[in-house]
């Protein structure tokens, strides 16, 4: 059984360096950046200037030499002119109709990058401006609608003695990647290869839009993973885009191409987190019990489809939060605007619709009069409780044991919450401190069918040294995927770590496991890992095994009325932050965060505590910090200078526990970890302004214009006006 406990002084639970961590610190990785390939050309594209337009043609600037370039336009392109993803509705380059600032019209190749520089600017489009939609709410193009119905909502709502309302929104959000967009295409080989080398997510992604697009099959269309400096899963689909502008290139010149993304380029045209607007109408029993909610969630999902289908649903899924809630109904839409098209960010549509529920209980705590931890616990889902899409929870729900760790560390169950400010020493000159909460869950793996569709394969081989070799196509990019894949295998196996080594993520020599998102790549890969390893040891001197995933007999979904098992397990967590909030400039520092978490079991446990830091300093940046804005269509923080993401001297000091409530499917117990860390820190740390400043703030990021205008809108003028 995958879920099995693991024999002492195993691999499973240890702690011991990463393999590719000497190779980092010593600058002898190879990024996509650094590979060398002669003869290489360098590519890049012509791109819209504005939001809307009707592209009328290009034209060449007088005196420039256009032979000395390689150019591609959408008539030049062998296959179908669109990225294939979820929906075919994006071009590969625009023809006539434009939708988002930055979307390709042409490209272009030359040997050297003045050359590019000077060919990108004598191409110039000829345009007839158009009036972009930029407000989702008066969007008519809907991309995905979701509908989740448990139980009677509008008639338990119409009865209730007392209802709360509330509206939540939440901004864009740029992932901010260490290494920036890049690939390297190879035009065909002796065999008709096409090769796509890149940093990137899912070589398999990329590999179906490159068959799409090229009209050619899989076996011609090879791609191949570089070292990879960051995702958060901005490098799951615009390597897909980017992987085909290079390789149509590269066939157009007869030459490798080469396509790394400035910083500059990368800000202004790669997908960011989907904004959000959430309505929730909810009623409480007189005791504090949740009785109903209604929710509406609107996203905006920018010029295309993209991801915005999976990211709406889960976004829906967790609308009404870890809570026990017996009737439900939720609404959801992702709309069609004219900003840059927006895609998966860590956490994908939860932590919008996470930040949302949990503001509304700190809203109606207050309302009620019972404390905001204590509205919480009353209507925490348990073991054989069911979710919004009824799914019964059967095992693996350890948010019982995160609240006993998150309350002995804090005594957040205890702390006086926006009374007696003066008497608990809360303020401090000119600066007042405030503690918050949040609670909250995160679906691992794919949602309802979609592992089963996906059907994750993995090899275990042995190699004639004596060692084993795992071919999967889960990437590394940071997060610790092969220290934790190699040290299941090892386990499952019964020997050392360097025994295990791990294939590099290439189309041609490793099966489609599915991509590396949605925390699944722990709980699903490393569970095929596992009955691949122990089907290796059984049938004993075999030189090759190859296991699949299969979904556990009991797993139902409905995937039109969205009933059912939405994932195969869930992690639960509790945040609680401490902040600082400057009166004269309404400066927010975050000074303590601690996180109690149910991973099921902890593989490498410092990298998990290391994954729930990262994507908890991520959150408090979502919270506060990380403003994306745009102005006719275009984002204006397309600078580092501009576009702000918390540091290393930003970082409060952080406090994690980890709880282990093994999930009998996962491998040794796992679940996925990932994503989960992101749901809680922006409403943690909202609470906690609220907490220091009296005041009920509803959007993030919660700046400090946000902030004074929320105070005075609650207290006028007078700064010092007690509550």
């Not at 509008?154 to 967009?181: H, I, K, S």
């Not at 925490?380 to 350890?398: F, K, M, N, W």
């Not at 890969?525 to 556990?552: D, I, N, Y």
């Amino acid at each position: 059984m995958p879920g099995s406990s693991p024999r002492p002084h195993s691999a499973v639970g240890s702690t011991a360096p990463r393999p590719d961590g000497p190779d980092k610190v010593t600058g002898r990785t190879r990024y996509v950046a650094d590979l060398r390939f002669d003869g290489a050309w360098y590519g890049g594209v012509v791109r819209s200037p504005i939001a809307r337009g009707t592209l009328l043609g290009i034209d060449v600037a007088p005196g420039f030499d256009a032979a000395q370039v390689a150019v591609v336009g959408p008539r030049d392109i062998p296959g179908c002119n669109v990225v294939a993803m979820i929906a075919d509705d994006q071009p590969l380059l625009a023809e006539r109709e434009l939708r988002h600032v930055g979307e390709p019209l042409l490209l272009v190749a030359a040997q050297d990058p003045v050359t590019l520089r000077a060919a990108l600017a004598a191409f110039r489009p000829r345009i007839e401006p158009g009036t972009p939609v930029l407000d989702p709410r008066v969007s008519t193009q809907v991309f995905k609608s979701v509908a989740i119905d448990k139980g009677d909502a509008p008639a338990a709502l119409a009865r209730a003695a007392r209802t709360f309302d509330g509206e939540y929104r939440t901004g864009t959000q740029e992932q901010l990647y260490v290494e920036t967009q890049g690939v390297i295409a190879l035009p065909p080989d002796a065999h008709g290869v096409v090769t796509v080398h890149g940093s990137l997510q899912c070589p398999y992604y990329v590999q179906k839009a490159l068959c799409t697009a090229l009209a050619l099959p899989p076996r011609k269309c090879r791609v191949v993973q570089a070292a990879t400096g960051g995702g958060f899963g901005g490098k799951e689909d615009y390597p897909s885009v980017l992987g085909c502008h290079a390789a149509l290139l590269a066939l157009r010149c007869g030459r490798p191409v080469r396509m790394i993304l400035d910083r500059h380029e990368d800000l202004l045209v790669t997908p960011k987190r989907h904004p959000s607007i959430v309505r929730i109408r909810s009623a409480f029993r007189g005791d504090g019990t949740l009785d109903a909610l209604d929710v509406d969630v609107l996203f905006d999902g920018g010029a295309f489809t993209t991801l915005s289908p999976v990211v709406l649903s889960r976004g829906c899924i967790h609308a009404t939060g870890p809570y026990r809630c017996e009737h439900v109904r939720i609404r959801g839409r992702a709309v069609a605007t004219n900003h840059v098209p927006y895609g998966a960010f860590r956490g994908f549509g939860a932590p919008q619709t996470c930040f949302a529920i949990e503001r509304h209980f700190d809203h109606v705590a207050h309302e009620l009069g019972i404390h905001p931890f204590e509205l919480r616990r009353r209507n925490l889902l348990r073991l054989g409780d069911t979710t919004a899409t009824s799914q019964v929870l059967r095992e693996s729900v350890g948010m019982p044991e995160v609240l006993e760790r998150i309350t002995a560390a804090t005594g957040i169950d205890r702390h006086p919450w926006r009374t007696a400010r003066e008497a608990t020493g809360r303020v401090r000159s000119r600066v007042r401190s405030g503690r918050g909460l949040a609670t909250f869950f995160h679906g691992a793996g794919f949602t309802g069918s979609g592992e089963a569709m996906l059907k994750a394969k993995v090899v275990v081989e042995s190699c004639a040294d004596g060692k084993v070799l795992v071919r999967c196509a889960a990437t590394e990019f940071g997060q610790g995927t092969i220290a934790m894949l190699r040290a299941i295998a090892a386990e499952a196996l019964g020997r050392p770590e360097d025994d295990v080594r791990m294939a590099t993520p290439d189309t041609q020599e490793v099966p489609d496991s599915g991509p590396t998102v949605a925390s699944r790549t722990c709980m699903i890969v490393g569970g095929v890992l596992v009955r691949a390893c122990r089907e290796f040891l059984a049938q004993g001197g075999v030189s090759r095994v190859e296991a699949t995933h299969e979904l556990p007999p009991d797993h139902h979904w409905d995937d039109a009325q969205y009933r059912g098992d939405a994932y195969p397990a869930y992690g639960w967590a509790a945040d609680v932050a401490d902040v600082e909030v400057d009166l004269d400039t309404f400066e927010v520092r975050v000074t303590r965060f601690w996180s109690a978490v149910d991973v099921g079991r902890a593989i490498r446990p410092q990298l998990v505590e290391g994954q729930i830091e990262g994507g908890s300093l991520q959150a408090i940046g979502f919270a506060h910090q990380e403003v994306v804005t745009a102005q006719d269509g275009r984002v204006r923080q397309d600078r580092l200078s501009t576009c702000i993401i918390p540091t290393a001297l930003d970082a409060p000091d952080f406090d994690v526990a980890l709880v282990e409530a093994p999930f009998s499917l996962g491998p040794f117990g796992a679940k996925g970890v990932g994503e989960l860390p992101m749901d809680g820190g922006a409403p943690a740390v909202l609470s906690a302004i609220e907490d220091a400043l009296g005041i009920h703030v509803t959007e993030v990021p919660a700046t400090p214009e946000r902030l004074l205008a929320a105070w005075r809108a609650t207290f006028g003028d007078d700064e010092d006006r007690p509550r």
